[in-house]
């Protein structure tokens, strides 16, 4: 016996029209992201924890001063700080480019021969591992007619070889296939270097970018004090070293922190800038779903 039973349809999917809309992730979900939460709550942690070691302990302010003490002597003695960082601001920025002007020169002239490198990137070595501490008194007395050149010299020396170290890498790091590829069909040196090599070296340039950054700052400062013990008035790190000649304990941390926040620009500014000429197709900025 044939039962008839209600036929059941399908349920009907409905059309893309009818789909809610997908909301683009809002400029707060852009911002807060674990990524940002996580370190500036660590920060905020440690400067509560120091403030409170402070006031508990009654640490004097010539010994270690809070974090608002610091804070309210930054903003006082600001209109003498601000000045002072422009002028170390200034010379990193030159020093950075010029750093890496010269270093992504050098290494495209490094992969053009092995002889070339082999001969020259020893000295480069050396020009890296010699103190910029032990060199800076002699720069300076070079340049005495010019500080401003001497301490960008300095500056240039620390940021220089990251930049030709991690590009030759990468100019270096060129797929051979394509190599021989490019040589098949008859490509000259220029064509390869600017359609295989420029663009394989791409990630390896942008990662010595950040850690040349830092080193400028790095080497400015160092320099600044090299020539502040010598009575030059330069950049904010005289503003530390005259701090604590005079045991201005509190403002030297304000100098300090300037100091600090200006590098943590540097590679942040950097950063976004690898990730800005990287995001599309290497694979360290490609964002995955798991």
């Known amino acids: 016996m044939k039962l008839d039973l209600p036929s059941q349809s399908a349920p009907e999917l409905g ?6 809309p997908v909301q683009p992730p809002s400029i707060l979900k852009k911002i807060f992201t674990p990524e940002l939460i996580a370190p500036v ?3 905020v942690f440690m400067l509560l924890g120091w403030e409170i070691l402070v006031r508990a302990m009654q640490i004097p302010p010539y010994l270690l001063p809070g974090p608002l003490l610091v804070l309210q002597t930054l903003i006082l003695e600001w209109p003498q700080l601000f000045p002072s960082l422009l002028v170390t601001i200034q010379i990193t920025l030159v020093a950075f480019v010029a750093a890496v002007v010269s270093g992504l020169l050098i290494a495209i002239l490094f992969t053009q021969s ?7 990137f020893p000295y480069a ?10 060199i800076a008194p002699i720069i300076i007395i070079w340049f005495k ?4 050149a001497a301490l ?6 620390v940021a220089f070889f990251p930049i030709v170290s991690n590009t030759t890498l990468g100019l270096n790091s060129a797929d051979h296939s394509l190599q021989n590829l490019f040589e098949l069909y008859g490509a ?5 270097l600017r359609y295989l090599r420029l663009p394989s070296a791409m990630p390896y340039f942008l990662g010595g970018l950040r850690i040349s950054g830092g080193l400028a700052l790095i080497g400015a400062v160092v320099a600044e004090f090299v020539a502040g013990t010598g009575g030059t008035r330069s950049g904010i790190a005289y503003q530390i070293l005259m701090s604590s000649y005079n045991l201005q304990i509190p403002r030297m941390f304000a100098a300090l922190l300037l100091t600090t926040v200006l590098g943590v620009l540097i590679f ?4 976004l800038l690898s990730d800005a000429l990287l995001s599309q197709w290497h694979e360290s900025a490609l964002k995955r779903e798991n």
């Not at 092995?114 to 020259?120: A, D, N, V, Y």
């Open 188 to 192: 000259n040196r220029w064509q390869t």
């Open 152 to 157: 960008v010299v300095c500056a240039w020396i």
């Open 145 to 148: 007619n010019n500080t401003f």
């Open 125 to 134: 070595v050396i020009l890296q591992t010699t103190p910029i501490v032990a």
């Open 41 to 43: 709550l660590v920060g």
């Open 15 to 20: 059309s893309p029209a009818d789909l809610p």
């Open 114 to 120: 092995k002889w070339i490198e082999r001969s020259l």
């Open 268 to 271: 942040v500014a950097l950063t």
